[in-house]
C-alpha cells in the first residue's frame, strides 16, 4: 500500500513544470521494479530523436524523476539501475505544453540485456486541469487551410470562435478570417494571447483600424511545428490577458538535413460566383493569388547546434466591383432637370417669402451663381459610363497584397544542464485598397496599408541536480503600421480649399484633398477623411521561472515584467470635410417642416452651400504602459488518485504614461456623484435636476508635470487565485475541474480624442453645424480657424474620456469535464465551462438629458453639461458579462493514417455592451443613467457551434496494408490523401435601430417589442430575413422596453475539402506532394447580416455574401 502511495505521489510531483519552457513540454514518471517498490537512483535519460540532443537525469528517493523544457517531438527513454537490466520506452511523443507520463518496470538482470517497451498513447490528462487543444503538424500542414494562417485552427477547440465570419482568407482590409483573430469562452479577440516560442506576438492596441488581427508576425504553416490553445484554467503562471493562450513551437532544425519549397496558386476562372453577383448578372471578379516559399532545417554543430529558416512570400490580385452614383454632365452643369424624382424643384436659397422659397427656372442653376471650388470638385467626377442617373458608373480596378515573411530559430544544447535557443520572425506586408472612384475622384474609401513586424523570442534554461530548474525568457515585438491614402501630393491648394488644418503643419502627411459628402444620392468626392492614421508598437517581455520539487509538492515561481510602447499619430478629419443634404435647395428652410420632395445635395454642393463641416487635428501621442506579474503554483498529488494544481497571481498594470507633456493634455470626467458610484440605481444620477439638486460631473483637466503624470489611478488589489483538482476514476477515465480569476489588460486606443494638443478644448475634433434657419458655411471660405481657448458653443461639441479611476477588468472562470478513453485510440470528454466577467471596457454617453423630456425644453439645456452635445465615457462600471457553454469533443489520434477532431459547442453570452468599442454593436443606448436594461444577448455570442476536421491517408501505396509493391496499381491508386473541414455555427446577433425618440434624450430608441422578432426558419428569405414590424414606437416621454441584440443573423454552413497525392522520389527521403484544396467546396452562399434599421424600405434585407467556392492548387518539394 505504502509503495502504490509513494508511486501515485511520484507521479504527478511535477506536474507544475509541466507549464515550464512555454512553448516545450515535460516528460516524467516514475521508476519501479516488478513488486511496484520504487527504485530511488535510477538514471533515466530521454533522447530526441530528432536532434539527437539527450537529457540525464535520476530518480528521487520516491523514484520519480522529472525532465522539462523538452522541444515537441519523437522521443525515447531509458533507465538504468544497479542489478537491474537497462529498459527503453519507444514510441514517446512530446507535444507542445504536455506533460507526457513515462514509467518504468525494471526488472532483475544484466546491463547487456536491454528491455525494450513500446508505451501505449496517454490520451486521459490527470496530470493537469487546463481546458485546452494541441493542434498538432499533421493537421497543420494537410489540413485544407484557406489562407494558410495556421490560427484558423484554432476554431477546432470547443468555445473558440474566429471573430469574423469564416470563408475569408483572400480578404484584403487586413482583418480576421483572413488573419485569425480568435474569440474563446465568450472572451473577445482582444483578450487572446498568441505566444509564439514563449513571446508575446499579439498585435495589442496598435489601432482600432486593425480591426481583429491577432498577430504582429505570421509565421507560415510550414514554419509551425505544432501549438496549443488554452481556454479554461490556465496556471498562474499566465497572465496579462483573461482570454485564450495560444501557444506556438516553431520549428528547429534536427540532425538531418530536411525542408520543403512549394508554391500554392489560385485563379478565379476555377472559382465559384458570388450569390449576389451572380444574381444580379455581375461578372466574377478576377482573382489572381500566388504563394511560395521554402524551409530548411539542419545541424550547425551536429547532436550540439542547430538552425531552422523559413521564407513565404503572398502575391494576390483581386478584382472589386464598384457600382456609384455619379452626377451626369448635365447636373454638373447646374440642369437637373433630368434628375429621377419629377416633383424635386431646385430652390434658391436667397429668397424667402412666407416662409418659402423661389425655385430656379427650369431645374437650371446659372454658372454664375456656382461657388468655384464645389465647381471644380464636381468636375473630379468622372462622367457615367452607365445609363441612368443613379447607380451609372461602373469601376473594377485590383485590390493588391504583397506579402513576406521570414522565419529564423538556432538551438544551442550548451551541455546537459544548460539549453538555449534564439528566433526572430520579419513580416513585410504591404495591402491596396482601391476607391470606388478613379483618382482623384476617389469615392470617400481607399487606402494603403503598411503592416511590417518583428518578433524576437529567446530563452536560456538551467537544470540544478534532478530538482530544481529555471528558465529565464526574453520577448519583443515592433509592429509599426500605417494606413494612409492612395494620393501622392497635396491637391488643397490646387484646388482652392482653404484653412485644412492639415496643410500647415509640415509633417510631410498632405497628401489628397478634403473630402465632399453630398448626401445619400451621390458617391462622395475625395479620399477618406480619417486617415493616415500612423501606429507603432513595441513590447518588450522579460520572465524569470523557478521550480523546485520538495516532498509531494512541486513550487514553481515566478516574475514577468511588460513594458508596451504605443506612438500613435492618428490624423481624424485633418484634411476637412464638407457635408452636403439638400436643405439649402428645398422649398421650406424651417428646422422640422417638411420639405417634401425638394432640394438636392448635389446643388448645395454646386451652391457651395454646406450643411456642416468637420475638421481636425492629428492628435499625436505615446502611451507607455507598463505590467508587473508575479507568481507562486504549487502542484500537489494528495492521493494516488487526485491531484490539486493551486497557484495564485499578483498583478500591476501601471497606468500609462506620456513621455512629451509639454504637448499633451489629459481630460478626465469624475464619474462619481457625491462619493457614490454613477447612478442610484433608480434611473437617475444622484444630484439630478428634478430629483436630488445639481450634479457634480466636472471635468477637469491634468496637465503632465512629468512622464509618471498620467492623471490615472492604479489598481493594486488585482490577486487573482487558481485552483484545479483531477481525479482518476478509472485508468481510462479521469474527473476534471477547475476554476481562478484573471485579469485583462486595457486597450488605450478608446480614449484617443481625449488627449489633444495643450490648449485646444475637450477633443481634436470640431463639426461646425448650422441650422435651417442661418446662413450656410460656404465652401470657398474653406474651414473656420477654431480658438484653441474655451470650450465649444452650446450643443456643438462633443467628446471622448476616460475614466482616471477605472478599475482593471477581471474575469471568474470555470468549468468542469469527464474523459473517457474509448477503444481505437479515441478520447471523449464532455464538460461545462463558465465565465463571469466584470468592469469591462464600454463607452457610454455620460452626458444625455438627465431628464424624459415632452420637447418643450432644449435637450441640450437638460445635460448635465451643456456645453457638449455628447460625452462618450470610456470607463469599466458600465459593462459586466457572463458566458456558459456545454461542449463535447471527440478526438481520434492518428492510427492507420486517419485521424479525426469533432467539436461541439452550446453557449450564451449575456453582456451589457460591447467590450471593445470597435467591435461594432448597433445597438442604441436609450438612457445612461439606467443601465440595466441594456443587459442582453452579446454581440459575440453564438449559441451553437460544431466543427468537424479529418485526414484520412488512403490504405493504398508505399507503406500501406495494400498495393504497396510498385505495380500500376499503386502508381493509379497508391499515396493518396483526402481532408476536410467541416463547420456549422448559429448565426450572430443583430440590434435593430428605430428613427424615433419618444423619449425625448436626444437620441433615437428601440421601440416597444409587440412580437418575435425572428421568423420560422420557413419564412426566412433574404428579402424579410426577420420580422420587420416587431417593434412599435413607445408611449411618449418613456422608456421603451425592446432590447439588445433581439435579430438572429444567417448561420454558417462551410465545407473545405483537400485531396493530395505523394510521389516518393528515388532519393530517400524526397518526395514531391501535389495538392488540390478547395474552400467552399459545396458553394453555399453563406449570407451577412441584414439591414436592421425598422422601418425602413429595406428592413430585413440581405444583400451580402461571404466567398464563393475557391479552388487552390498547390506544388511542393519536400525533403
Known amino acids: 500500500m505504502w509503495n502504490a502511495t509513494v508511486r501515485g505521489v511520484g507521479l504527478f510531483l511535477v506536474a507544475a513544470i509541466a507549464a515550464f519552457g512555454q512553448s516545450q513540454g515535460t516528460i516524467q514518471g516514475v521508476v519501479t521494479d516488478d513488486s511496484a517498490a520504487v527504485i530511488p537512483g535510477a538514471e533515466v535519460t530521454l533522447t530526441n530523436l530528432d536532434t539527437g540532443v539527450a537529457r540525464t537525469t535520476q530518480s528521487n528517493q520516491v523514484g520519480f524523476y522529472s525532465v522539462p523544457g523538452l522541444n515537441p517531438g519523437p522521443y525515447k527513454a531509458t533507465a538504468t539501475a544497479e542489478g537491474f537490466a537497462p529498459t527503453e520506452l519507444s514510441n514517446l511523443r512530446l507535444e507542445v505544453g504536455q506533460t507526457l507520463r513515462a514509467d518504468f518496470q525494471l526488472s532483475l538482470g544484466s546491463v547487456t540485456e536491454v528491455v525494450e517497451v513500446s508505451a501505449a498513447a496517454q490520451l486521459v490528462q490527470s496530470e493537469k486541469t487546463e481546458v485546452g487543444q494541441v493542434i498538432d503538424s499533421k493537421r497543420i500542414l494537410e489540413m485544407p487551410l484557406n489562407g494558410r494562417n495556421y490560427l484558423e485552427l484554432a476554431k477546432f477547440s470547443v468555445g473558440v470562435l474566429p471573430a469574423r465570419d469564416l470563408g475569408k482568407g483572400t480578404r484584403q482590409d487586413g482583418e480576421s478570417g483572413g488573419e485569425g483573430g480568435l474569440l474563446a469562452m465568450g472572451m473577445h479577440a482582444a483578450q487572446t494571447n498568441v505566444l509564439l516560442d514563449g513571446a508575446d506576438n499579439s498585435s495589442r492596441n496598435s489601432g482600432g483600424a486593425l480591426g481583429f488581427q491577432a498577430q504582429a508576425t ?160 464636381v468636375d473630379l467626377y468622372p462622367d457615367p459610363n452607365l445609363p ?197 435647395t428645398a422649398e421650406q428652410p424651417a428646422s422640422g417642416a417638411s420639405r417634401g420632395a425638394t432640394g438636392s445635395s448635389m446643388a448645395d454642393m454646386l451652391l457651395g452651400w454646406a450643411n456642416n463641416e468637420t475638421w481636425g487635428f492629428p492628435n499625436g501621442e505615446e502611451i507607455i504602459s507598463p505590467y508587473l506579474g508575479t507568481f507562486v503554483q504549487d502542484d500537489w498529488k494528495v492521493t494516488n488518485k487526485l491531484t490539486i494544481n493551486m497557484g495564485i497571481r499578483y498583478e500591476r498594470f501601471l497606468p500609462p504614461t506620456f513621455p512629451n507633456p509639454s504637448t499633451q493634455t489629459v481630460s478626465r470626467f469624475l464619474t462619481e456623484i457625491n462619493g457614490r458610484p454613477f447612478g442610484d440605481g433608480e434611473g437617475l444620477p444622484v444630484g439630478a435636476p428634478g430629483a436630488w439638486g445639481e450634479a457634480q460631473y466636472l471635468p477637469y483637466f491634468v496637465q503632465p508635470t512629468s512622464s509618471s503624470d498620467s492623471g490615472g489611478k492604479t489598481d493594486n488589489n488585482n490577486f487573482a487565485p487558481r485552483l484545479g483538482i483531477a481525479y482518476r476514476v478509472t485508468e481510462k477515465t479521469v474527473l476534471r475541474a477547475g476554476g481562478g480569476i484573471f485579469y485583462g489588460e486595457s486597450d488605450n486606443v478608446q480614449g484617443e480624442s481625449a488627449r489633444f494638443f495643450t490648449g485646444a478644448p475637450l477633443a481634436n475634433e470640431f463639426t461646425a453645424q448650422q441650422p435651417f434657419t442661418q446662413t450656410s458655411l460656404f465652401v470657398q471660405d474653406g474651414f473656420a480657424p477654431v480658438t484653441p481657448q474655451g470650450f465649444p458653443a452650446p450643443g456643438l461639441g462633443a467628446t471622448t474620456a476616460k475614466d482616471g479611476a477605472w478599475p482593471q477588468f477581471y ?309
Open 811 to 1119: 474575469s471568474g472562470q470555470w468549468f468542469f469535464d469527464l474523459q473517457q478513453q474509448l477503444p481505437f485510440d479515441t478520447l471523449l470528454t464532455v464538460g461545462y465551462n463558465g465565465t463571469s466577467t466584470s468592469q469591462l471596457a464600454s463607452g457610454i454617453n455620460i452626458n444625455r438629458p438627465v431628464t424624459l423630456g415632452d420637447g418643450s425644453i432644449n435637450v441640450n439645456n437638460r445635460r448635465i453639461r451643456p456645453f457638449f452635445n455628447g460625452v462618450t465615457m470610456v470607463g469599466s462600471q458600465f459593462n459586466n458579462a457572463n458566458y456558459n457553454s456545454l461542449t463535447v469533443k471527440a478526438e481520434k489520434r492518428l492510427t492507420k493514417g486517419f485521424t479525426f477532431l469533432s467539436s461541439f459547442t452550446w453557449s450564451h453570452n449575456i453582456d451589457y455592451g460591447d467590450e471593445n468599442l470597435f467591435q461594432g454593436d448597433t445597438g442604441q443606448e436609450r438612457y445612461t443613467y439606467n443601465q440595466s436594461i441594456e443587459r442582453g444577448n452579446a454581440s459575440l455570442d453564438r449559441r451553437l457551434a460544431y466543427v468537424l476536421s479529418t485526414v484520412y491517408e488512403l490504405p493504398f501505396g508505399k507503406g500501406k496494408s495494400y498495393l504497396n509493391g510498385n505495380g500500376v496499381g499503386r502508381w493509379i491508386l497508391g499515396d493518396w490523401q483526402i481532408g476536410g473541414i467541416l463547420s456549422l455555427l448559429r448565426g450572430t446577433p443583430d440590434s435593430h435601430t428605430f428613427n424615433a425618440d419618444t423619449t425625448g434624450v436626444g437620441g433615437a430608441n428601440r421601440g416597444d417589442v409587440v412580437s418575435n422578432p425572428n421568423l420560422p426558419a420557413s419564412e426566412r428569405t433574404i428579402d424579410r430575413w426577420f420580422n420587420t414590424s416587431f417593434v412599435t414606437a413607445g408611449q411618449p416621454f418613456q422608456l421603451d422596453n425592446a432590447g439588445r441584440n433581439l435579430i438572429v443573423g444567417p448561420p454558417t454552413q462551410n465545407f473545405d475539402f483537400s485531396l493530395s497525392r505523394r510521389f516518393f522520389l528515388p532519393f530517400e527521403g524526397h518526395s514531391l506532394q501535389f495538392r488540390f484544396e478547395s474552400f467552399n467546396f459545396t458553394n453555399h452562399p453563406n449570407f451577412g447580416r441584414p439591414n436592421t434599421a425598422v422601418g425602413s424600405a429595406n428592413a430585413g434585407v440581405i444583400t451580402s455574401a461571404s466567398e464563393p467556392r475557391r479552388i487552390q492548387f498547390g506544388l511542393k518539394y519536400i525533403f
Open 388 to 584: 441612368g442617373t443613379r447607380n451609372n458608373y461602373f469601376y473594377s480596378p485590383s485590390d493588391t497584397i504583397d506579402s513576406n515573411q521570414y522565419d529564423m530559430k538556432w538551438d544551442y544544447n550548451v551541455n546537459d544542464a544548460h539549453r538555449a535557443f534564439i528566433r526572430y520572425s520579419i513580416r513585410d506586408e504591404n495591402v491596396l485598397n482601391n476607391c470606388p472612384l478613379p483618382l482623384p475622384a476617389c469615392g470617400g474609401t481607399g487606402q494603403t496599408v503598411k503592416l511590417p513586424g518583428n518578433n524576437v523570442a529567446a530563452a536560456f534554461q538551467s537544470t540544478f541536480g534532478a530538482s530544481m530548474f529555471n528558465e529565464l525568457r526574453f520577448g519583443y515585438t515592433h509592429f509599426p503600421t500605417a494606413f494612409d491614402i492612395p494620393f501622392t501630393e497635396n491637391l488643397n491648394s490646387s484646388l482652392g480649399i482653404k484653412g485644412a488644418p492639415g496643410d500647415s503643419l509640415g509633417d510631410g502627411l498632405d497628401q489628397g484633398y478634403s473630402l465632399f459628402v453630398p448626401g445619400s444620392n451621390f458617391t462622395s468626392v475625395g479620399p477618406r477623411a480619417f486617415w493616415p492614421n500612423i501606429n507603432n508598437l513595441d513590447n518588450l517581455q522579460i520572465s524569470d521561472n523557478f521550480a523546485i520539487i520538495k516532498g509531494n509538492h512541486t513550487v514553481k515561481f515566478g516574475v514577468e515584467y511588460r513594458r508596451t510602447d504605443v506612438p500613435r499619430y492618428p490624423s481624424r478629419f485633418r484634411r476637412g470635410q464638407f457635408n452636403f443634404n439638400g436643405q439649402f
Open 218 to 377: 505570421k509565421p507560415s504553416v510550414d514554419a509551425v511545428g505544432e501549438f496549443r490553445v488554452i481556454t479554461n484554467n490556465i496556471s498562474a503562471e499566465y497572465g496579462y490577458r483573461m482570454g485564450a493562450k495560444v501557444i506556438v513551437s516553431t520549428k528547429s532544425g534536427t540532425n538531418q538535413l530536411h525542408g520543403s519549397a512549394y508554391e500554392f496558386l489560385r485563379n478565379s476562372s476555377l472559382d465559384g460566383s458570388n450569390f449576389f453577383a451572380n444574381r444580379s448578372g455581375a461578372p466574377k471578379p478576377t482573382l489572381r493569388r500566388n504563394q511560395f516559399g521554402a524551409t530548411v532545417g539542419g545541424p550547425i554543430i551536429k547532436n550540439k547546434m542547430f538552425g531552422f529558416f523559413s521564407w513565404q512570400t503572398t502575391k494576390q490580385r483581386l478584382g472589386q466591383s464598384f457600382l456609384s452614383s455619379v452626377p451626369t454632365a448635365a447636373v454638373k452643369n447646374g440642369d437637373f432637370s433630368g434628375e429621377p424624382n419629377p416633383n424635386m424643384a431646385i430652390f434658391d436659397p436667397l429668397t424667402l417669402a412666407g416662409g418659402k422659397r423661389t425655385a430656379f427656372p427650369n431645374f437650371m442653376i446659372p454658372s454664375t451663381r456656382f461657388d468655384p471650388v464645389a465647381k471644380g470638385i
